[in-house]
């Protein structure tokens, strides 16, 4: 008799499923930046979902050409400032922080998250980094920003989110040279990424709490006559005797959602600044006007309605070509359900 074989219910390649430390997203990877220097990130937050008409430009599709529906995801990005500068040093256990150099200027709305110095010297702070850099000790420079969530109306917070961002492109002397000119000024997403480009989205999930092995790892239910005692939502087993203990493997109960994830290669279809072009009769669910600048990202994003979103060029483009999307009409009907 032939055996039955099936593909395993859920991908090990997140475990272990614990929550987030913390709801701004981290990237460990970094593209090399061709050219001059320049910030290789950006962050916003997710306002909802709406549908473009579009010309579909993938070569070789059934609807080259003509005009196609596309399900899109908004992001408002307001300008981030750069707070401060760090330098990086390389030893035998990887990078490591050098020394940094803050703002003399910086935004009052900083010492809502953080203690900012009395005195950041900002000079000295500068003159190590150039030494370090003469001496070929600093390795790496990242720009530490925060968002401005207080210009934001539909998140109801006045706490920036502070991040670093990398400073890629050039050599070293030249990305600090950068570094100094951008230290304590605002950023605009339109310096690091531009329409039809492709971009890594990464968010933190919609948490959904402690839930049972169906719908954590999509194991089939029970059958009547396996099920006795309201058991049909259990698993069959938990292993095998030997080895005595219960593996990692085995499909169990626990956290679902609120885990950091990055949906690669998303399509940037627009960037504008006209918020009457995208917010529909009577805003956005559970978000409500877009009021500054935004970008609309081809398909779904993770993360529920005003979350953070940390956007970077593509790391994986691969062979995708950047075309420049014409967009003939973005939906502003209501979403109220009316």
Do not use: C
């Not at 239910?221 to 087993?237: A, M, P, Q, V």
């Amino acid at each position: 008799m032939a055996k039955t074989t099936r593909p395993r219910r859920g991908s090990l390649a997140y475990s272990p499923r614990t929550r987030a430390k913390s709801q701004v997203p981290k990237y460990k990877s970094w593209q090399e930046r061709e050219g001059t220097p320049g910030l290789q990130a950006f962050a916003g937050y997710k306002v909802g979902m709406t549908h473009v008409i579009m010309v579909d430009d993938h070569k070789s599709s059934p609807t080259e050409g003509k005009d196609i529906v596309v399900p899109v995801t908004v992001i408002e990005v307001p300008a981030m400032k750069v707070a401060a500068i760090r330098a990086y040093a390389k030893d035998t256990y990887g990078l490591r922080p050098f020394t940094e150099a803050w703002s003399a200027d910086a935004d009052p709305a900083l010492s809502r998250r953080i203690t900012l110095p009395k005195n950041p010297e900002t000079a000295e702070g500068i003159a190590a980094i150039e030494t370090g850099i003469t001496k070929g000790i600093v390795d790496d420079l990242f720009a530490i920003v925060h968002t401005v969530p207080g210009i934001v109306s539909g998140i109801p917070k006045k706490v920036p989110e502070l991040m670093e961002v990398r400073i890629g492109g050039g050599s070293i002397p030249e990305r600090f040279a950068f570094a100094k000119d951008l230290l304590g000024k605002e950023v605009e997403v339109g310096t690091i990424i531009q329409p039809g480009a492709y971009a890594d989205i990464t968010a933190i999930t919609k948490g959904k709490g402690t839930q049972g092995p169906i719908k954590r790892w999509g194991v089939k239910l029970r059958k009547r006559k396996h099920s006795r005692g309201g058991k049909e939502r259990h698993i069959g087993t938990l292993g095998p005797w030997h080895p005595h203990h219960i593996r990692w493997q085995i499909p169990q109960l626990g956290q679902m959602g609120y885990q950091q994830r990055t949906e690669f290669n998303k399509r940037i279809l627009k960037i504008g600044t006209n918020s009457d072009e995208i917010n529909p009769s009577g805003g956005f669910l559970h978000y409500g006007q877009v009021r500054n600048t935004f970008i609309i990202v081809k398909g779904s994003i993770p993360g529920p309605t005003k979350r953070l979103i940390r956007i970077r060029p593509a790391v994986r483009i691969g062979e995708h070509r950047i075309r420049i999307p014409a967009i003939s009409y973005v939906s502003i009907e209501s979403k109220q359900g009316a």
